[in-house]
């Protein structure tokens, strides 16, 4: 029997900021950026997962293609599902690691253990193929409804895996798999008894990681009902086989993803928290960074001796193992061997290129100089990860900006719009928390045209979704965003007749922390708080009406007054590619009340807004808005 995590005790919602230079970085994020995973205590009643449980099995009795079927569906097939999620110490565990305002993803899952064993392997991000991040931005959970234990089929994870992955560029698969010594490459281990199966997982272990298997650990998950367990993202991890002949139940888990949206805030202190205890030494110079990610600080770029610094280089130009190259990489970047690492970013060798990646991220925001060059690259891969350091590490400044936003326009893959994308996204957020608001909107400018439905029902749009999540970056907790970016927003989030509901999932996020409401029918709506949508004025009686047409920038009491929730309530149809407001028609019962010095109280006004020739009607709340 494999060794048994250790639970998730502390009860803190955020990382420790410094206040000395004796004082612990927080245990819990300690735990998580070491291991990799936080095993948290059951969540909610017995009740709860009983239920959970029962719904689940109903499922998987009509068949096991059925759980598969569900697909994302699971959390309104099951919304008690969602009691789960608001537990208390499951919020404050994923605020811990991902921040305030983090997001729940839209692709989540019903598994259910089987016969067959699977090979380590780290997930694709939803089929697609992404930088895998160091920096905690994306993770998983795990919740388990019912006892698990061995003869179930546990879970098993590979605990401090994370930082350690492996070359891809010869597969079109995006989930990294491990291979034994035979070199077969499969999720599934082969047919073959437990001995032999168990040998093929270690072949595969040792082989990727050579010497530094001492660095990971292989552990179960046989936990109670209700335990959740927060994975990162990139852990290596594999299902387990169910024990032939066992009477024991399936053994159920639902897998929910969950995404950071805000940059850890800067910190006034130059100096970093206090380890507990010291990492295995290829290790530190990672947990180093992202001590100081978590708390703000940039490092300070330590001294070393030049025949050390030859020796990284030379590791890293080397076919030294995946651990020893990115450990040499995070060294040379603690030094500000900058233009060094940028010259290995173009090497090709793709785990040279991969760790210097990593090892550029670590030298700060002066990086960013030695990469933005490399962005016009006809490398492909050079592209990805010089935008993928950009993202990391520069300040926001609309020159930088414009760069990114350039080399969107250059015949790229697929993966390196992506990164290009959500590098600019990354800007936006650290300009939204400096108040730069101009900057935001040109960050929303750049990424606006790669918002793109395919209009194939279930459809996935690799770039869509970049750019979705690039906006909700930008938008900040408020989601804050322009009139015409909003309105495009509210277009992708209708996927009633089809598209990629994941991008839909980011626009809906954005429209909601906008405060703006979505109605999913045909001739998509905007609803603002408080305001009731009406049918069109062709199919309304016509009371009694004063009218007053203005132009949309004329001065006028009418304007001033609604112009900013006119511009949130603007209508579009799908079909629309650009929404122009030509008047404004505020219809309002007499006698006439404008031109008075007010607080508006009197009943709600409604408001035609005419686009191109047809004439779209709300009824508009505006006791909060006061004229002038």
Known sequence: ???QPALYTSTASGAASP???????????????????????PAGSLQLHDTIYSKAWAINARGPEETWKLADGVLAAIP???????????????????GEGYMLHGH????????????????SYWGFRKIRKHRPRWLMMLYYPQDTIIAMGPTCIMAGSQYWTKNTEHTEC???ILLPNSGVQSMFLPPGSPSTQTRALHEAKAKYLQQDTSLVQDLELTVPAGTCVLMH???????SSRSAGSTAPERFLVKFQFLRTTEPCLASAAFLPIPSSPAHPQLEPILGDIRAWYCGIQTEHCNSLLSERAKDAEILSSEASEVDKVAAAYRLGRVGARQLLARALTAEDEGTARAAAYGLTASGPSATASVLPLLTNASNRVRRHAAFVVGETAKPEASTVTALGQALQEDSSKEAKCELLEAIGLLGARARSLGQDELCNSCMQHVLPF????????????????????????????????????????????????????????????????????????????VLPGAEAVEPPAKRPSPSYTA????????????????????????????VKEVKVASYVVRRPSPDPFGQDFKVNWPAPEVFLELSGETWQTRMDTSSYVST
């Open 1 to 3: 029997m494999l060794p």
């Open 19 to 41: 206040g000395s230079p004796h004082q612990a970085f927080d245990p819990s994020l300690e735990q998580f950026i070491r291991q990799g995973f936080l095993v948290l205590p």
């Open 80 to 98: 008690e599902l969602q009691q789960v999620l608001e537990v208390p110490h499951v919020r404050s565990a994923l605020t811990n690691v991902l």
């Open 108 to 123: 989540r899952h019903l598994h259910v253990s089987s016969a067959n064993n699977q090979m380590w392997h780290k997930d």
């Open 174 to 176: 995006g989930e990294d």
């Open 233 to 239: 993202y990139d852990l290596f991890h594999r299902a």
């Open 451 to 526: 918002l793109e439905q395919s209009g194939v029902t279930w459809a996935k749009t690799q770039t869509g979704e970049c750019a979705a999540y690039a906006i909700l970056l930008t938008a900040g907790l408020r989601g804050q965003v322009p009139p015409q970016v909003l309105a495009k927003l509210a277009t992708v989030a209708n996927v009633s007749k089809g598209g990629d509901h994941l991008m839909a999932t980011f626009a809906a996020e954005v429209l909601r922390r906008n405060g703006t409401a979505v109605s999913q029918i045909p001739c998509l709506q905007f």
């Open 548 to 575: 007053y047409r203005v132009q949309p920038h004329q001065p006028h009491p009418v304007t001033s007054m609604l112009r900013s929730p006119l511009e949130k309530a603007q209508w579009a149809r799908p079909e």
